[in-house]
């Protein structure tokens, strides 16, 4: 049944954007399609794998609108039941609207989390981000399915070129839960409110081939409150609350 969702509302999008096409020749699209191989998967601190993930990705923008399909391969994920392969434990469609005003940039969206094992769950998002040295951000997701509650986000991050097209990535996150269940629930087994996870990043874009590049990355994820910390460690895949973890990406434009 969730494929089903998914693949109907990658249908309608497509028609809107072919749509589209015919009454506005001038409107710029691209896309870009990549893959990350990333030591473990950590999703806003939570830890859901216990071996190496690759994760696949497609992106299409159609002027102010966008589309992206992304996809988590865990490699260890059958073994307990004695296939000795992994398989797809989650399948995200993501559609954007981004408009720029002088340094300002503003977002709104919704996506479509179609989880192996887990009920499905949706969100829709607001978000704003300033053009500055550090790059400030805010991004509000409210859930209206499973979880019945928001997440805010909020980051810095810079970009230094270190050489000839090659730049340093660093960025930083912290985050705040308000009553989502999908965040977990604090030792009480409730629903709670407070101060979620951190996350320092680190980057490294370099280009190899025309419009080819590869990222290698490392991350320190950890909980910022002690209700963050009982529901990341209830979630996680082993209980680990503070995770580091890293990996390579490869990203195609066109």
């Known amino acids: 049944?969730?494929?089903?969702?998914?693949?109907?509302?990658i249908v309608v999008l497509t028609i809107l954007c072919a749509f589209g096409a015919v009454y506005?020749?001038?409107i710029k699209a691209s896309g870009s399609a990549s893959v990350d191989v990333m030591s473990t998967y950590v999703w806003r601190g939570q830890k859901l794998s216990?071996?190496?993930?690759?994760?696949?990705?497609?992106a299409l923008?159609?002027?102010?609108?966008?589309a992206n399909l992304w996809a988590n391969y865990d490699a260890d994920s059958l073994i307990d039941e004695g296939d000795g392969h992994g398989e797809v434990t989650e399948t995200d469609l993501t559609l954007s609207y981004t408009r720029s005003l002088d340094k300002w940039t503003f977002g709104a969206g919704y996506i479509y989390y179609a989880l192996n094992g887990l009920n499905d769950t949706q969100e829709l998002?607001?978000?704003?981000?300033?053009?500055?040295?550090?790059?400030?951000?805010l991004t509000v997701?409210?859930?209206?399915?499973?979880?019945?509650?928001?997440?805010?986000?909020?980051?810095?991050?810079?970009?230094?070129?270190?050489?000839?097209?090659?730049s340093l990535n660093?960025?930083?996150?912290?985050?705040?839960?308000?009553?989502?269940?999908?965040?977990?629930?604090?030792?009480?087994?409730?629903?709670?409110?407070?101060?979620?996870?951190?996350?320092?990043?680190?980057?490294?874009?370099?280009?190899?081939?025309?419009?080819?590049?590869?990222t290698p990355k490392i991350a320190y994820s950890f909980p910022?409150?002690?209700?963050?910390?009982?529901?990341?460690?209830?979630?996680?895949?082993?209980?680990?609350?503070?995770v580091f973890y890293g990996g390579i990406n490869m990203t195609l434009s066109f």
């Open 224 to 242: 910022i409150s002690n209700d963050a910390e009982d529901a990341i460690e209830a979630i996680s895949d082993d209980g680990d609350k503070d």
């Open 24 to 26: 506005a020749d001038d």
């Open 141 to 166: 997701y409210y859930d209206f399915d499973e979880g019945k509650g928001a997440f805010v986000v909020a980051s810095i991050g810079r970009s230094i070129e270190v050489a000839r097209d090659i």
């Open 1 to 9: 049944m969730k494929n089903v969702k998914v693949f109907g509302i």
């Open 50 to 58: 216990n071996s190496w993930v690759v994760q696949p990705s497609v």
């Open 170 to 214: 660093l960025g930083a996150s912290a985050s705040f839960n308000i009553e989502n269940r999908v965040m977990g629930l604090d030792k009480d087994g409730d629903e709670f409110s407070n101060f979620y996870s951190a996350e320092l990043s680190a980057s490294v874009t370099i280009p190899v081939w025309k419009a080819v590049t590869v």
């Open 61 to 66: 923008t159609y002027g102010v609108f966008g």
């Open 125 to 137: 998002y607001l978000s704003v981000s300033y053009d500055a040295i550090i790059r400030p951000s």
